[in-house]
Each structure stands twice: as C-alpha cells, then as structure tokens.
C-alpha cells in the first residue's frame, strides 16, 4: 500500500504566495519522478511541474518563473511554492509519483487526493 497525501491548498488573493506539500508514505522501495498536475473545472488535468529523483525540473509555460518545485528524498516529499498567484491558477492541484514498491519492486504511478487552490481577484 503506497498513500500521496497532499496540504497547504486554500484561498488567497491574486499576488499572493501558497506553498503545496505532498508525502508518500508505504511499501515504498524507490521514488523516481514527481510532480504536481492540476484540473481547473471543465478542463482536462494539466501538468504543472515535475522533478526527477535528481533534480531535474520541468515546467508547464504559465507558471515559469512563478512556480518552484522541490522535493526532500530523505522525507518522500514534494513541495510546490506557488508565488504571484493568478485567478487562473485556481484549480485542484493532485500531487503524483512514479515508484517502485517494496512489495514486489515493480513500477506503479500514485496520485493523491488533490488539494483545492483558489485565487480570488
């Protein structure tokens, strides 16, 4: 069993900063990539960021210079540090690692819950 449990989602005015946390917990014998995804409603889940097991980074072109990723290996966790936010920002934003689990050491993709941010104007 393998758990993403995603915080730090809430309300905030557009130019303001929201700091995301994601944690992976379980079986867990090795996590490779992370990311942070989002879904506005009637629109189709979108990449936001993601990161490689080395630092490797990558991010969709709205949030480039606004957002960060990072993740802390010795925790299995991934932080998105949203600053400047836009009204276009609001959405779910679902926390995802690709890993491979202790029980059998085959390769699995998890999502976690999702964690609502919302930007008012």
């Known amino acids: 069993q393998v758990q993403l449990v995603e915080s730090g989602g809430g309300l905030v005015q557009a130019g303001g900063s929201l700091r995301l946390s994601c944690v992976a917990s379980?079986?867990?014998?090795?996590?490779?990539?992370m990311g942070w995804y989002r879904q506005a409603p009637g629109k189709q889940r979108e990449l936001v960021a993601g990161?490689?097991?080395?630092?490797?980074?990558n991010y969709a072109e709205s949030v480039k210079g606004r957002f960060t990723i990072s993740r802390d290996n010795a925790k299995n966790t991934v932080y998105l540090q949203m600053n400047s936010l836009k009204p276009e920002d609001t959405a779910v934003y679902y926390c995802?690692?690709?890993?491979?689990?202790?029980?059998?050491?085959?390769?699995?993709?998890?999502w976690g819950q999702g964690t609502q941010v919302t930007v008012s104007s």
């Open positions: 995802n690692a690709d890993l491979i689990v202790s029980t059998n050491f085959r390769k699995y993709m998890y």
């Open positions: 379980g079986s867990i014998f090795r996590i490779n990539d």
């Open positions: 990161i490689t097991s080395i630092g490797v980074t």
